[in-house]
Every structure is written in structure tokens, then in C-alpha cells.
């Protein structure tokens, strides 16, 4: 078995649970938090910075490096971790999420027809090539095709997809071929109770080395979001690492630790520094407002991130102003930073068995905002 | 004094000096190139991989800077070191050669008026506004306001702009108040060996710790201003240090040491790395060109940089074609440290007195281009 997974310590308060994720000759603690690299890349970091945050699973997207370079190429590169000089853990997802967001997608129960959203060329990808794309990449995690419905979704549109999705997952594991790697599997079915609790037991009967829920993050909310997990979660055996796909600011994170997840994936950290939002303790705020001129303080004042040891907020702010790529580049590094430190924060938390005191207080803190910036209307805030 | 400046041996076959400039508690190796930071930020480059790459002093754009973010708010940050984390050296240009290649510049006896390139709001800069400037953000070597003709320039308007260049430079001596930055003298004149001439002299009158020849590297090519140099250098007594505004390539820095050139300043290696315009010992490559696909070396195989120990040239290619930061991040490292090992090599040559023999041979290894692209064509060939 290429995936070892245990469970050091269960919250004594909730279903946050630390553990500890072997891979390859590689130990990872979890709750884990893995920065996105979509292209084989997280954007503007080098691999030795985003070391330096802490990460150590990357995220990679299999529709996007097959169609360019192509997974032949990374193959021939000697794999993925090579081709991008990343020593750690690799996950592959998909596309699943990123397919269903497109126009002019067509799904049969083949596979999936959509055009590249860079030229417009037609694309197909079905469970079967999904995994040999996967396989030749090398990736340490992988992730079968799934159907991703939107918010809000008819019951039998869910359903229908949760029904494909199962088939495809067992289709995908026939086709997986590197034993190398470990497949996962992804829960569907919306927001409906029976359909997730369907989608959970299809895949447990197929077997998986772990599990993830699909089909959040795509506009449903905090409060929709936590009644999934409360409907899913627990058809999860403890045993198999839990992984949400796609989420989420630290609100989230907290949210879905607390109710039993051991791994996730965004881009918030990296998209939001590239518009100058970066976070902190007290909330995220956005560096270009005219606030931060004159603010000669680091990011976070507390923070270890080679940002905030060495450059003000003014002076990330008039990188942002100037049209620097040293803006985003240091916004990135800290966010990154921030991510993996309240990650880190949490396994702290649940390892004395004070989750939901930590909760309380980085919730209490965190939403007690600076006189400047409100919590939602300092996302995008105009300067 | 603030600068010391010691000949440590001049090479025997030809004008190429090593030298020793010594700056505050900081010493750095001469002939030295110095990256340009415009906006008090090396494009792209984290100050930590800057002084990877060997840089000592960084320049940084007076005019720019006043405007955005304002000297003011970087006197307050505690000076422009401290604003940008650099504890390297710096140098502010004053401004001169980028004003003066804006539209709508008007230049009198007082200063010059022009339009801010940004937003269009009128600017004037005159000599003494151009020290207080300098004066305030304390950079280690600042620079006097020059008046800057293009090339071709027929005499008169270059014998003018030189008188007003030597009337400006006694009354930015006359305003420099910070006896903790070191102010150089500019010379001017164009083609003009006698009005070369006469620059030097009347700057030498005036008496400066330095001496900088502006007026190249505009449009002028590498056979005039080595005839500029030639009609210049030897005016200026050798115990100055010699420093060469805007240039240049690899070749154009060989071609001026050997001419008794001391200093450097030029964007070419971040300008070109961000169009994925590379420096090999064998000639520069645009690694967007289709021949980079699956090349699978180094940038440079025997370069020591970050990029060429970690990445092959496929992969920066294949972060160029993603549009992703760290493809101009990548390519800026190497550039900067292909600079920087330029000068290095060209110091141990000069310490040998055997600049020529490494003039010989870096040009003729340099200019024996592989065979997917050639010497002038490969500077920004389609793909």
C-alpha cells in the first residue's frame, strides 16, 4: 500500500482528528492544507519558498498539464516532482471541478467533451485517460473523473451525476495501473443527505486508500457547506484520511476540521495575494486601499514569513501600486505562511484536545476587525 | 570622505582595472554590474535571490520614486534600504535618461518639465529638487540632474545640453546637503570628442568622487560608443572610479571594461527575462522558441543559479507558455547570475592581466551559436 494513514489524537470536543499521512518515504501531519499549482506551478513562488511556508503536498491539475505540456512530456521529463523540482508530495486532481465550470460541456456516460479555455480546441477526457494521464504524470495522490453539479442542483441531476460518478470511480480504479500511486475517491450528491450517503457507500464497497468530498466550494455557503460534512463525514470510516476539495478561507478550514477533515486544497491563499489581500490574525485586508500607505508595520506583526521579517505593509502596498511582480510574490509567501501556520495552529489544538477552545478564540479574534476594512466587504474592497 | 576607491591591478594588455570600492562598512569588487530596481524593486526578484545572484549595489529611479511612492513616505519608512530590505548598496539615478526619452519634455536653463508617464500629471524636476530627493531617500551614491540628447545629435544641441549638464552639476554639488551619500559628476557631449572633452574637464573642476559617462546607449551601437569611451576614459584620471550609464550586453560590458569602465547599470537581464530571453556562454536563446520544448538541460548547464541547479529549459518554456510568474522569476535569477559570473570572471581575468585572452575567448564561445538560433536573430525571434 502506497498510503499509510493514522490517527495520533481525536479531539475530545468535536471530529477533529490529528494524524499522520506516509507516503513514499515521506511523513506528513494532517489536518494538511496543500497549496495549488495548476500548471506545475504555484504561481509566483519558487518550490524552495513554498518549503519555506511549510507546505508539503502540492496540488497539480491533470486537464491542464495533459493538454499543455503534456503528460508524455512530464513523462519524459522524468515525472512530475522532477519536471517541476518539487521534492515533497504531489496530488493530482482531476479537473473534475474545473471541467464543470466551463461552457459548452457535454457529459455522457463515456466521458466528458468540453472546449480548452485557452484556444477553444475540443477536449475529451474520460475516467479511463483521466488515469492514464495521472499514471504517466506520477503524482503521489490521484483522483478518479467525477461530476461536479452546480449550486443549487434538482435532486435528480444530483443524482444522476452521483450515479456516474460511482461508475466512473470504479472504472477508473480498473484503469489505474502505477502502484505507486494511491487513488482516491470522490463523494457527490450535492446537498442531498441520501445521495452523499449513496455516493459514500458506492465507493466504500469499491475501496479506496481515501476519500474526498467533491461538489462544495461552488456557491453553496458556510452553513450548506457544514451540513454536508455533518451528512457525509460520518459514512467515512475514522480510518481513511478525509479530503475537501476546493476549500476554503480560514473560516472554512476551522469549520471542516472541526467536523472531521484531514486534507484540503484552495487557491484562495495565492489568488487573493495576487489582487493584494493578504491575512491576518484579525481578518484579510487589502493592501491597496489607501489605509496601508503609510503603514509601516509588517503584514502581521507576529508573523515569521520572510514577508513580514522584512517589509511593510506601504511597501508591499506600493509594489501593488508600481505593478510589481515582487507585490504578488511577497502577498503569496505570506498568505501561503499564514495558511500553513493556522494549520499547524489547529494539529496544536487538537493534539492538547482544545479545538474548539482554539476555534473560539482565533474566531473571536479574527472577526474583530481593524477600524479600516470589514470582514466581507474587504475581499475586493476598491481603493 | 564617503567613497574610497583603490586600483587593486590594472591589466597589462589593455585599460581594464580591478578595483575596490569601498562605501559605508561595505567593500565590493570593480568592474561591477548593478541591477536595476527602478520603482525600489529588482523586477521579479525577491532581495534575498538578488544577493544570491552576487549583487552589491542595486540602482533605483529618483523621478519614479518621488512620484510614487514619494520621497517623503520613504524617508519616513527610515530610508530607502530600509523601505526596500535591501543592506546591499544603491544608487539613485537622477532621472535624466529616462525623462528625456518621454514625449513632451521641455527643458530650460532652470530644469525640465515633462508628464509623468503614468498618469499624465505635469512634473518638473530641477537640479537641486533632483538632490533633495536623493538627499532624502539616502541612497550610498546619488546622481546630479544631466541633460541626455538622443543620438544622432547635431552638434550645437549637444554642446548645449553639455554646458547645461555642467551648470546643473555645480549646482546639484552646491545643494547636496547629506555628507553620507556620495555624489558622482556626469559627463556628456554625444559623439562629440571635444565636447567630451570639455564635459570631463569642467566636472573635474568642480571635483566629484566619481565619474559617470551618460549620453550611450542611445541607439548609438557598440562601434560608436566604444569610440565615445575611447575619446572619454582618458580624461578622466584613473583613480576615479568610471561608471558607464545603461549598458549593456554581455559583449558591450567587455568591449568597456576593456576600455577602463568600472561600473554598470543596465535593465537588459530582467527586461530580457521577462521575455523569456536567456544569456548562455553560447549566446542568448528565447526559450519560447519550439526548439525548448523537450530540452531537457539547464538554461546554462554548468551555471550555478537556483533555475539551472533545479529546472530544465522545457519546463521554464512550459511556465513562459502558461503565463506563470515563476517563468519570469526563473529567468531573472539566471540572467542576473549570468551577469554577475560575468563580472567575476572578467575581475580574475584582469588580476591575471589576461582580459584580453578572456575577451578572445568568451566572444568567440559566445558568438559559436548552437544551431537553433543565431546571434542576432535569437534576441526576440517569434516562436
Known sequence: MPLEFNIINSDSSCRARLGELKIRDQVVSTPIFMPVGTAGAVRAMTPLELKRTGAKIVLANTYHLSIRPGEKLIEKAGGLHKFMAWDGLILTDSGGFQIFSLPKVKVTDEGVSFQYEVDGSPVFLSPERAIEIQNAMGADIIMPLDECVPYPCEYNT??????????????????????????????????????????????????????????????????????????????????????????????????????????????????????????????????????????????????????????????????????????????????????????????????????????????????????????????????
Open 158 to 383: 444530483a443524482k444522476n451525476a452521483m450515479k456516474r460518478t460511482s461508475n466512473w470511480a470504479k472504472r477508473c480504479q480498473k484503469a489505474h495501473k502505477n502502484p505507486k500511486q494511491t487513488l482516491f475517491g470522490i463523494v457527490q450528491g450535492s446537498t442531498y443527505p441520501d445521495l452523499r450517503k449513496e455516493s459514500t457507500e458506492n465507493l466504500l464497497a469499491l475501496g479506496f486508500e481515501g476519500y474526498a468530498i467533491g461538489g462544495v466550494s461552488v456557491g453553496e455557503g458556510l452553513g450548506i457547506m457544514k451540513e454536508v460534512l455533518e451528512e457525509t463525514v460520518p459514512f467515512i470510516p475514522s480510518k481513511y484520511p478525509r479530503y475537501l476539495m476546493g476549500v476554503g478561507l480560514p473560516e472554512d478550514l476551522i469549520a471542516s476540521v472541526e467536523r472531521g477533515i484531514d486534507m484540503f486544497d484552495c487557491v484562495i491563499p495565492t489568488r487573493y495575494a495576487r489582487n493584494a489581500t493578504v491575512f491576518t490574525n484579525r481578518g484579510k485586508i487589502r493592501l491597496t486601499h489607501k489605509a496601508y500607505r503609510r503603514d509601516f508595520y509588517p503584514i502581521e506583526p507576529n508573523c515569521k514569513c520572510y514577508t513580514c521579517e522584512n517589509f511593510t505593509r506601504a511597501y508591499v502596498r506600493h509594489l501593488f501600486a508600481a505593478n510589481e511582480i515582487l507585490g504578488p510574490m511577497l502577498a503569496s509567501i505570506h498568505n501561503l505562511h499564514f495558511y500553513q501556520d493556522l494549520m499547524t495552529r489547529m494539529r496544536q489544538a487538537i493534539s492538547q484536545n482544545s479545538f474548539s477552545k482554539f476555534k473560539k478564540e482565533f474566531l473571536s479574534s479574527y472577526s474583530s476587525l481593524g477600524p479600516k476594512t470589514s470582514a466581507r466587504d474587504c475581499q475586493f474592497p476598491e481603493d
